[in-house]
């Protein structure tokens, strides 16, 4: 195991890395690896992955070394890059974070992966004029991604993906149309444009990767205690998703469109009124158009109803409810859509009450039957459990014995133990609250020392 960090020196350049990120004219090339066996004897490592609605990919990491002669703080600052390597492959890529010393006279230090960038980068649209520049929130998404990359550096460098209209691409267009009342992240965008056609993002490395879930089995366990549970406390019948409808009387503007006296049009978060009838005149206070003050009637708001009628034959009913206007005006095709995606998530069903531990002689195995090498094993590929029955005794409904695995933490010690931990996707620890929130800052979790 090998732990090996980019340090960005001095001078603090943007990304360090190897390849490294253009951004402006900061220069990024020619960082010297640092090797964790160059400062101390490494004792420990921790990584973990997620694969779940609001985050994907590589999670966080720890790492604990004795030091040669004593640790020197600041040698690694937070955002330099960190790569750890199992048999020349890599296990985990991410970002540094903070290093804590222990009492006795270890070092543990900590990473996480670029995903939490998505969430410290609000979606913004900017336009330079001749004078003051405008700003102003956006769904947007390309539109907030090139503000982000750009022009503030998110170290995100690579975009891949099924449902890209080309590799390197992002969607077109506005999720919500105007009024936004409050900044979205990107991560909040990502989330929900992924959530409406029931697919997910991740970030491996410094590269998004957008499709849908696994369909194939990676690994297979056949566990002596392959046992799950009812779920029949955290659940949800009903789902209420409240949002901004577009049926008022705004529209976006339109070069094509013929416009009456009258017509009331959005356009970069403005909102205008014409006062002449014409074609291909864009919104600008004169001659075709007044600026109107941005006014929320009553009726703009709208409630997307998902009902599990099959649960409610076996669950007592349970009504949970969810604001989504933040991210603008939206179709109720499209609201409903989300409120069906997220009933799914949390309507009575059966799934694991946890997740178990294998080592390597556990038995646990590729697909094929093959040994699996633990430090591979990621959130977001499917695994096969043969036999998996409810704690009622009962196989699982419809033969189904394959999941999607939600979490993984690996941990590998420098006496040769090594273990890992799967969590299915949900069982993962998160509340109704919490599944039904709008799309906002991921729950980081508890990073503890590497053991």
């Not at 990676?218 to 566990?223: C, G, I, Q, V």
């Not at 009913?317 to 998530?345: C, H, K, P, W």
């Not at 499917?382 to 005794?393: K, V």
């Not at 419809?398 to 420098?414: A, E, L, P, R």
Request: net charge negative; glycine share 12%.
């Amino acid at each position: 195991m090998q732990v090996t960090v980019w340090p960005r020196g001095k001078t603090r350049t943007v990304v360090s890395g190897p390849l490294g990120v253009d951004w402006g004219a900061v220069p990024k090339a020619g960082t010297t690896p640092l090797p964790m066996s160059k400062l101390g004897e490494l004792l420990s490592v921790q990584a973990s992955t997620r694969y779940e609605p609001g985050f994907g990919g590589h999670d966080l990491a720890s790492w604990t070394i004795n030091p040669f002669g004593g640790y020197a703080g600041g040698i690694v600052r937070p955002g330099d890059h960190v790569r750890i390597v199992a048999g020349g492959s890599t296990v985990y890529e991410g970002e540094f974070s903070e290093a804590t010393p222990g009492d006795d006279g270890t070092v543990t230090f900590h990473a996480r992966g670029y995903a939490y960038n998505l969430f410290d980068y609000p979606s913004i649209k900017w336009i330079p004029l001749v004078g003051p520049d405008t700003f102003y929130p956006t769904t947007n998404l390309a539109d907030g991604w090139d503000y982000a990359t750009t022009e503030l550096g998110m170290p995100i460098s690579q975009i891949a993906g099924p449902i890209l209209m080309g590799v390197g691409a992002l969607p077109t267009g506005s999720y919500g149309a105007a009024p936004i009342e409050t900044f979205n992240m990107l991560g909040t965008l990502l989330t929900a444009m992924q959530q409406e056609i029931g697919e997910r993002w991740a970030v491996w490395g410094r590269t998004l990767v957008l499709g849908p879930d696994a369909t194939v089995p990676t690994w297979r366990y056949p566990s002596p205690d392959a046992v799950v549970a009812v779920a029949d406390t955290e659940y949800a019948t009903d789902v209420y998703l409240w949002y901004q409808a577009t049926a008022s009387a705004f529209v976006a503007w339109s070069a094509a469109t013929a416009y009456v006296i009258g017509d009331l049009v959005t356009k970069d978060a403005r909102s205008w009124r014409a006062i002449a009838a014409g074609t291909n005149h864009t919104p600008a206070e004169g001659a075709w158009w007044t600026e109107l003050p941005v006014t929320i009637p009553l009726d703009w708001y709208a409630m997307a109803i998902a009902t599990d009628a099959e649960g409610l034959q076996r669950f007592d009913r349970r009504v949970e409810g969810t604001d989504y206007r933040s991210l603008g005006l939206m179709t109720s095709t499209r609201a409903g859509t989300i409120a069906q995606q997220l009933l799914d998530q949390v309507k009575g069903r059966f799934v694991f009450t946890g997740g178990f531990t294998v080592g390597p002689e556990s038995g646990f195995q590729s697909a094929a039957g093959g040994k699996a090498q633990l430090a591979f094993v990621r959130a977001g590929q499917m695994c096969d459990m043969p036999g998996l029955r409810t704690s009622q005794g009962n196989l699982m409904p419809g033969g189904s014995t394959s999941f999607i695995i939600g979490q993984t933490t690996y941990d590998w010690s420098v006496d040769g133990t090594e273990s890992l931990q799967i969590t299915p996707m949900g069982a993962v620890a998160r509340s109704l609250s919490q599944i039904l929130s709008a799309p906002s800052q991921p729950d980081a979790g508890t990073q503890v020392a590497a053991a």
